[in-house]
């Protein structure tokens, strides 16, 4: 029987704040207190965390600093903020402590999505690729809410994905009354305060043909999610890459051509991350694996 939407929507605001990996944390905290301190550094190991990132967002477009447009980079964020803040922001996100590294594979997707995408931006020139970059990034922020503080719920998730043979979007829909990972990154976004062009990537990064104010920012997430998928980087409860929208490259004036070329240019980017010491503590467990 499919869980009720209010039941999941009680849930949710009752959870505590986000957790993210211990092992990032541990890095972002070094480089803070480091002697020579590196902006450089510090925006890059933000930019692979979905979970700080969004923080950092939300305390940036907060109505205490009142700036007159909402902030949608990490850099433009933590150069306003300062990097006291930072810290601040950094000591109140707790860190994941039941397995964490089974959750690595949500990361490392986050983080090579957030890369394509900014690619698929510089290459089409339509849209600015650090935000291209951040949307990636936070794209699948509501699946990591749903993976790490609902562990039984998703569990049923992954149960109903394999018996269905269905991808873990549909199959989300299907435990969840209809929700899915999207809508939950809609709570978030919302709630945050993001910018409305973050927000729509996270709703609608499956279905851009439903972008209303921004379909090209949210083309270029949803292709590099595909792209992502299909070269196998990381691992967001999918064993093939998903479809592409009949928009995606035409909102993005690509054409066939152009998808083999950004296929082959990505793929020679992810061949150079190296996340081994950003993300694992010890060798890589995807959270399937794992019962609630």
């Not at 301190?37 to 600093?65: E, F, G, M």
């Not at 990097?83 to 590294?101: F, G």
């Not at 979007?169 to 939950?184: D, I, N, P, R, S």
Request: aromatic share 8%; hydrophobic share 40%; charged share 15%.
């Amino acid at each position: 029987m499919p869980l009720h939407p209010k039941s999941i929507r009680r849930a949710f605001s009752a959870a505590a704040s986000i957790a993210t990996l211990p092992s990032i944390t541990a890095r972002l905290s070094e480089l803070l207190d480091a002697s020579e301190v590196s902006y450089k550094d510090i925006t890059d190991c933000v930019n692979s965390d979905p979970v700080i990132a969004a923080a950092l967002l939300r305390v940036v477009n907060t109505s205490y600093y009142g700036f007159p447009a909402r902030i949608s980079t990490i850099s433009h964020a933590l150069t306003l903020l300062g990097l006291n803040v930072v810290n601040q922001v950094l000591e109140k996100i707790p860190t994941i402590t039941r397995e964490p590294h089974t959750l690595v594979g949500l990361w490392e997707h986050s983080l090579g999505v957030a890369l394509g995408a900014a690619h698929v931006a510089r290459f089409s020139k339509i849209v600015p690729p650090d935000e291209a970059a951040l949307g990636g990034l936070l794209h699948d922020l509501g699946k990591i809410v749903l993976v790490s503080q609902f562990p039984e719920i998703y569990y049923s998730v992954r149960q109903q994905r394999d018996e269905g043979h269905l991808s873990i979007y549909e199959a989300e829909g299907l435990v969840m009354g209809g929700l899915t990972h999207t809508t939950v990154g809609g709570w978030i976004a919302k709630e945050a305060n993001f910018p409305a062009a973050v927000r729509e990537v996270m709703t609608c990064h499956h279905h851009p043909e439903r972008a209303r104010v921004y379909p090209a920012l949210t083309c270029c997430v949803h292709l590099a999610n595909a792209i992502c998928h299909g070269l196998n980087f990381g691992y967001a409860g999918d064993y093939k890459a998903p479809q592409l929208s009949p928009i995606c490259l035409k909102s993005l004036n690509l054409a066939w051509n152009d998808l083999h070329i950004l296929i082959d240019e990505i793929d020679d980017m992810y061949q150079e991350v190296n996340t081994t010491g950003l993300y694992r503590q010890q060798g890589p467990k995807p959270y399937d694996s794992v019962a609630p």
